[in-house]
């Protein structure tokens, strides 16, 4: 943290509150809009900033800095305020202490979205947000440290994932400090010396400083950087995308290599991507209509439901069940097939980010000024117009630009899915290194063109004037 200014502000204690204060105030203007506002998708903020915005200005800074929506998360505001009156009783359960139930609402997530066409209705946004403020409520009423961040968020798990591929990380300045640390506050928390009572309370997420390796898991709450009274934890830049290609103990995670709820949760995330995107282009609807003809049946739900099970569960099976195999046979591998399919599924994460980039990325450039003109229309509605009468007319920028981008954001995620898996099958087998990369190189490629065939089709301007 040695930009000037910026590390002033995060080793400042209320840094965060400041952050999240803001993010607050419009999450309380969305819901009152996406309530009581015009019905009309594009014209309302709670739609606009959700489905346009927030998106793409999560998966950018992502790209570029880090982890900061979760430092900056309203929700854990409101949470953190809740937490004066009542404090939690509970340790989370020891089964749940995992991504399952985080992956399933995820995919839920996903799976309303397109159900429901949350895209289009205010008022169904609006209420998405408030059950979020409400979830964070119950879970962290009852349940002691972030166990909501850590096993629950959809929105975490996303940044999670998304974060091993970015620049910035918190981490230990000089390893030596925390070697002849004896009062471990980065984890347990600053105390005072008679009464023993935290003031300042350590990792709520069990990421112990100087065993933590990358990002998974850290929400940039800085509540480490605070509680160290050496000064030796702070945001630092590192290679993006280095925790990859290593498996070393980590804390509060163990190793990658054995969790198969987080190979789960990168499968979901690469291959989701191609989901989400496909759900906005023409061929989704000639493909929905086929299977409703075969099923014999009316209703979306069903036929969606085979979608998302083709792309999230056969797809991945199939492609990595025989990547494996061909390690096993081409390269001589000893490994059996379900651990190598859990060690290569992390090569594929920068495949399905770059394809989040460029999915998020159109509809926010393309849509970039449309928050102006709902703006201005939501406070002449208040009788304000302070701002001018609505320019509907303002959108973003050139859709052929925007392509251009968009290419150069799958070539980025593709080079980085070849760096990551080349490193990970050098690291295997050192003498032959390409027997074991060129089929698992093959699924990267496959996802590549994939992607690209999705960006050249009419994908649906959604939550603009734009999209009829």
Known sequence: ???????????????RPLLQAPLLIVSVVMILHGLFGPTLAPKN??????????????????????????????????????RRFFTPRFDWPRALRNKWLSLALFILILFLYELFDLWSSPWWTAWLILAYFLTVLVVDGFFKHASFCKF?????????????LS???VKVRDQAVCTSCHTLDCIRG???????????????LALFQPRK???MDCTFCLDCVHACPHDNVGILSRMPGEELLTDPLRSGLGYFSRRKDLAALAIVFTFGALLNAFGMVSPVYAVESWLGKILHVSHEAPVLGIIFAFFLILEPVLLLGLAAWLTRVWAGSRRALLPLMVRYTYGLVPMGFGMWLAHYGFHF???????IPV????????????LGEPRWTLTGLPANIVLMIEIGLLLLGFAGSLTVTYGLAEEDSPRQPMRVFIPWATIGLILFVASMWLLFQPMEMRATLMSG
């Open 152 to 164: 629950v968020c959809p929105i975490g798990q996303f940044n999670f994932v998304a974060s091993t």
């Open 45 to 82: 903020l709670a739609t606009t900033l959700s489905w346009l915005h927030f998106r793409g200005v999560l998966v950018l800074v992502l790209l570029a800095a880090g982890n900061f929506f979760c430092l900056a998360c309203p929700f854990m505001l409101v949470r953190q305020a809740a």
């Open 375 to 386: 703006t201005q229309s939501a406070l002449a509605s208040l009788g304000w117009p302070v």
């Open 213 to 215: 390796v990358g990002n």
């Open 167 to 169: 620049p910035l990380e």
């Open 190 to 204: 600053r105390r005072e010396p008679v009464s023993d009572l935290v003031t300042i309370r350590g990792c709520e």
């Open 1 to 15: 943290m040695q930009v000037p200014g910026l590390g002033h502000l995060f080793r400042w204690r209320h840094a």
């Open 365 to 371: 450039l393309t849509g970039l000024y449309t928050f």
